[in-house]
DNA sequence: GGATATATCAATCTAAAGATGTAAGACAAA
DNA sequence: TTTGTCTTACATCTTTAGATTGATATATCC
């Protein structure tokens, strides 16, 4: 399987011995992977990454001395192309979302079957990302979660809707810092009727400034359509 | 299937009035689901579900007339405790990304086989969130795209490391709306102390105004370690 | 046709924001 | 001790922002 290129290297990396001597017979007997280390120290594990260039990694995150997630973050800064798939005793929601935010390619429970391990490394081996059907489910549980509080607050009423479409471009451009005379520029329309949209927007809006605006509109959905972050 | 206590009540949504009667043909024949509503238009659909309250709405994304997010959106904020799954013709990361975020309980693609829709069906019906591998696969990588730009972003040099910590004090509240008056009441200081700090804080993020500096600190991690938005 | 909503523009005025220069006291590092 | 940074503060001035009133043209809706 996939040994048609080359073996794909493996490096393991688990505070815990006997797992982690399980975990590289089951590689070793029963997959095409390639061992190419095994260490209980993330510290020794970063190191190895460096001087291995392994394909993927398999990374307790449950490890005392340095934080598994610290160590995933730390490898994936030096940009190696390493793909790092987290082995874990929980199956913390919160544990999931911030390994696979930071850039896990791979969360499988260590309770799990060896089958889904193999079958883990396998698709990200492939270049896909895998999380098993039970963890995906709780990872979206906990990331809608994380706006629900956001949509409740607009959904109270957004007083977005009153905009009109005229409004609402001289408010996009409110939103990229554009002052009166910019945005008439760019709208190619007097100052002055920039001013009278404006104010109609803050009325609408019940704010005082642009400022005040820009935030009411960045809080409540006025999409820019492009991401902004969320906290580790 | 789940029979012992009664039988889920489905709402169909699809522009696509073909696609529409297949679908609805095949729940009936071939699943334990009853089909209690069909439209074709996002508007009756909304107002079908607040009639019949079903426990899973089946919401084609892709319609004209009005955009089956929104659509979702307005439905979300109801409340009724109604699990939507997303149909799409299209695996687009982005549109998956957006459905998942606003709350859809889980996202089929039309192409897929009838048994993975009834097969979400009745993961969601259970309670559960329910994403094929292939397109859990590509919400991850979009997933983790959104953060890598802004790693690289505030790693090549972010201008908020300048700023003292009082200066940190004026921007925090500037990003909550607040005029010279308001931040000099705050703090205990004078206005004119406040216009200094505010000078000086425009001079180390190289913005012209009040707008431009709180855009900066918004869109450069001064999220102070809760989740922030993400717009759909 | 008349009511209503929208988009445009102007004049005027007040308040707020922003630019610039100066400076004193606190405090820490060299 | 001196040097430097930070925080505080004031005066002055220019520019921008914001409030208000009024007016015209163009749609759309009933």
């Given at each position: 399987m996939r040994d048609f290129k080359r073996r794909s290297r493996v490096l393991l990396i688990d505070d815990n011995a006997d797992h982690l001597r399980g975990v590289k017979e089951l590689i070793t007997l029963?997959?095409?992977?390639?061992?190419?280390g095994t260490t209980t120290s993330a510290n020794i594990g970063i190191n190895l990454a460096k001087k291995?260039?392994?394909?993927i990694i398999l990374m307790?995150?449950?490890?005392?001395?340095?934080d598994g997630l610290q160590a995933i973050q730390e490898i994936e800064k030096l940009d190696l192309d390493i793909r790092i798939i987290c082995l874990s005793g929980y199956d913390d929601a919160d544990l999931i979302f911030r390994a696979m935010k930071i850039g896990a390619k791979g969360y499988v429970l260590?309770?799990?079957?060896s089958a889904q391990l193999i079958y883990a490394m396998d698709e990200v081996a492939a270049g896909k990302i895998y999380l098993p059907t039970a963890l995906t489910s709780r990872f979206f549980e906990y990331f809608q979660n994380s706006f629900r509080e956001d949509t409740k607050a607009s959904a109270e009423?957004?007083?977005?809707?009153?905009?009109t479409a005229r409004e609402e471009e001289v408010l996009d451009l409110l939103t990229q810092g554009n002052n009166y005379k910019a945005i008439a520029g760019k709208l190619f329309i007097s100052e002055t009727t920039v001013k009278t949209h404006v104010n109609n927007i803050f009325q609408k809006l019940q704010v005082n400034d642009r400022t005040q605006a820009v935030l009411y509109a960045l809080n409540n959905g006025?999409?820019?359509r492009r991401l902004s972050k969320i906290a580790v």
């Open positions: 029963e997959s095409c992977y390639e061992v190419v291995y260039h392994p394909d307790d995150v449950n490890m005392p001395e340095k260590k309770t799990m079957a009423e957004n007083l977005l809707t009153y905009l006025f999409a820019n």
